[in-house]
């Protein structure tokens, strides 16, 4: 199976023609590193020169997409160089070789180049001092740094600044994300709060109004249609009055306007007067101290909607509401008998359930709803357990 070898980047092929274009002008006007008598020479003349500089022209168009192997190359053909008369344009080229491979190579190739350029700098110049014993021989060490240390050194900094922006781009894109994620949160949880607070306030309402108009119209009795009625108005009154109020403070984008006080059970007396008024035979036995001003939400908010669906589907008989405070929770039970109405009843979504599980889940209590046997047959009870935050009351 072959092997497809990566394509080139643009510029590096610009890179690598403009070099060998470069060399290809200073070897015709007879320019070259080395005199022809100089003793490293092995192979005279101006020809070999051309060899080394077109392999590292060549080696240039690899140097973003194969670093390591234009690297290796590259350095033979330095060596090469070294043999000949030389050409500039070839050991620049090769510097930037030793730049590219520490840029764009991979993470163990940028640790290990600066290394070993190091090493070899300062060996060579350890063995050239040694060897001549002058002064001069420090230039050779001058040399290869400026050849190899100082390219891997260049290409080690701006690698570290490449991925240090690239490591606080990440960073700020997770942020933005989780910032969006938060925020989506933030208003999926607080359309469901204003979903429940809708339903809790105004469902009441309306399912006493949909029952009394039903039997309104469905009773030729001039004294129960006015008392329906009498109900429908009362109910139709008070819901518009939370819509009201509650599409107010929708409204309101300046933050003006002052929040409506939560309801707390101090206000059950007059949610049972209102659920007896509707038609209910409703019994009240609360026993509890203060509470904090979530879990009298949550409870008053259970209440509210067990006597909203007691409305809308028990049957005839009495519904219990029971509140007590003990071993650290308050329990609210809501009871009703479970069967057929009499009269007529309201359709219901189911949202009122799901409502109840949801504030009770907040509080990181627990809730069940379904039909039980009792002594006195068949009932649909509520039950939420609330745990009670210890300390006083805010």
Known sequence: MAVRLPRPHRFDVYAGLAGLLGGLLIWGVGLATRPASDPITLFDGRWPILLPLAVTAGCETLRRTLPRTALLIGWLALTLDTMTQGNLVTVVMFTDLVYAAVVYGPPATARRVPWIAGLITVAATVVAVAVW?????????????????????????????????????????????????????????????????LHDMVANHLSAIAIHSTAALSLDDPKTSQDALTVIRENSVEGLSEMRRLIGILRDSSGDLEPAAAPTLDGLGTLVEGARTNGLDVTLDADHGPLHAPVELAAYRIVQESLTNALKHAGPGRVTVTLAQRDGALTVAVTSPFGDRDGPRAPGSGAGLVGMRERTALLGGTFEAGPEGSPDGKIWAVRATLPVTEGDPA
């Open 133 to 197: 014993q002058v002064p001069e021989a420090l230039l050779v060490g001058v040399v290869i740094g400026l050849v190899a240390f100082m390219p891997a050194a260049t290409g080690w900094i701006v690698r570290n600044h490449r991925d240090a922006a690239e490591a606080a781009r990440l960073r700020a894109e997770q942020t933005a994300l989780l910032a969006e994620m938060d925020r989506a949160q933030a208003v999926g949880a607080e359309r469901a709060r204003m979903a429940r607070e």
